[in-house]
């Protein structure tokens, strides 16, 4: 009998601490802040600021499978047929994408900066790690292809963008999508987790992970098991450059390589020395837009 009330008492710990890592990690109200931003006013450049200074942007809507009215901005200057949407990491929104909005509008790209669900003026109770992100960006290639049957699309996404753009690929695309860029991008919400409960808290991934899997499935309808983007890269034909800077320590670097050996369609990879994370882009600006520039430029014609 003590074994028995000793098990249930250590498996309601376990649960009530799985449920405390679900809140943590997938709950986008809780207390943690935009790990990615700067804290130093002096490290923003002006084209950091670009999207909230533009003032011909416009905010369009769409509606999910799940009923969720997500938002994001759409620039639509310029006359031309190529598009490029921007996605943003965990616990950012639209306006962190805006350097890679801003190249891309003076490359002559019309340009869609959506919130994922859950961040920023889109609708969502829970962070989707990427796996129902990827449904919600094929609604914007959707979108674009009410706007422009002939739309030329590239998908740029960093952190858990780039991871949302890689379950992207796995589906099965419109000849639209012509080029994926992927900025630091997690393997799988399940292995970026475990990696997390290691390297922040010294805990192990089993069972923790496991009980936290299944509380996401009843608050989040999905499995965190699910959401994977080397499983989808394998299954990609969509050419798709990899960046991830050497000294990124969110992300580990080490999953750069096993999602490019992952993936079966055309491929390249950029590296940046010193790079933290989600830092490449202003870490060697010139380095990084003469890659993706070249490696684009194959492709959207």
Same mark, same amino acid.
């Given at each position: 009998?003590?074994?028995?009330?000793?098990?249930?008492?250590? %498996?309601? @710990?376990?649960?009530?601490?799985?449920?405390? #890592?679900?809140? !943590?990690?997938?709950?986008? =109200?809780? +207390?943690? *802040?935009?790990?990615?931003?700067?804290?130093?006013?002096?490290?923003?450049?002006?084209?950091?600021?670009?999207?909230?200074?533009?003032?011909?942007?416009?905010? %369009?809507? @769409?509606?999910?499978?799940?009923?969720?009215? #997500?938002?994001? !901005?759409?620039?639509?200057? =310029?006359? +031309?047929? *190529?598009?490029?949407?921007?996605?943003?990491?965990?616990?950012?929104?639209?306006?962190?994408?805006?350097?890679?909005?801003?190249?891309?509008?003076?490359?002559?790209?019309?340009?869609?900066?959506?919130?994922?669900?859950?961040?920023?003026?889109?609708?969502?109770?829970?962070?989707?790690?990427?796996?129902?992100?990827?449904?919600?960006?094929?609604?914007?290639?959707?979108?674009?292809?009410?706007?422009?049957?002939?739309?030329?699309?590239?998908?740029?996404?960093?952190?858990?963008?780039?991871?949302?753009?890689?379950?992207?690929?796995?589906?099965?695309?419109?000849?639209?999508?012509?080029?994926?860029?992927?900025?630091?991008?997690?393997?799988?919400?399940?292995?970026?987790?475990?990696?997390?409960?290691?390297?922040?808290?010294?805990?192990?991934?089993?069972?923790?992970?496991?009980?936290?899997?299944?509380?996401?499935?009843?608050?989040?309808?999905?499995?965190?098991?699910?959401?994977?983007?080397?499983?989808?890269?394998?299954?990609?034909?969509?050419?798709?450059?990899?960046?991830?800077?050497?000294?990124?320590?969110?992300?580990?670097?080490?999953?750069?390589?096993?999602?490019?050996?992952?993936?079966?369609?055309?491929?390249?990879?950029?590296?940046?020395?010193?790079?933290?994370?989600?830092?490449?882009?202003?870490?060697?600006?010139?380095?990084?837009?003469?890659?993706?520039?070249?490696?684009?430029?194959?492709?959207?014609?």
């Amino acid at each position: 009998m003590f074994i028995l009330v000793l098990l249930i008492i250590v %498996v309601a @710990i376990l649960i009530c601490i799985a449920y405390k #890592l679900y809140n !943590y990690a997938l709950n986008p =109200n809780s +207390s943690k *802040k935009g790990i990615f931003n700067s804290n130093n006013k002096n490290e923003l450049r002006k084209e950091d600021l670009w999207i909230n200074d533009f003032n011909d942007k416009s905010s %369009v809507y @769409i509606n999910t499978f799940d009923n969720l009215r #997500l938002h994001a !901005y759409e620039i639509k200057e =310029n006359k +031309s047929n *190529k598009w490029a949407i921007t996605v943003h990491g965990y616990t950012t929104n639209a306006e962190y994408m805006s350097s890679i909005a801003y190249k891309y509008y003076t490359l002559g790209y019309n340009v869609i900066m959506p919130d994922l669900r859950g961040h920023g003026k889109s609708e969502g109770h829970y962070i989707g790690m990427g796996w129902h992100d990827r449904l919600d960006i094929i609604k914007w290639i959707e979108y674009i292809l009410n706007e422009d049957k002939n739309a030329q699309i590239l998908l740029h996404g960093i952190s858990m963008g780039a991871a949302t753009v890689m379950m992207v690929s796995g589906e099965e695309l419109p000849k639209n999508v012509k080029v994926i860029i992927e900025d630091c991008g997690y393997t799988g919400a399940k292995e970026q987790l475990a990696y997390k409960l290691k390297n922040m808290f010294k805990l192990p991934s089993f069972p923790l992970l496991n009980i936290c899997n299944i509380i996401a499935k009843i608050k989040a309808k999905y499995f965190i098991s699910e959401a994977s983007a080397i499983n989808q890269i394998k299954k990609s034909n969509t050419p798709t450059l990899f960046i991830h800077g050497d000294k990124d320590k969110f992300v580990p670097f080490y999953m750069l390589n096993e999602l490019y050996d992952a993936c079966n369609a055309y491929k390249d990879k950029l590296i940046i020395n010193n790079a933290g994370h989600a830092k490449c882009e202003k870490v060697d600006s010139d380095l990084y837009w003469e890659k993706v520039i070249k490696f684009i430029a194959k492709f959207m014609k």
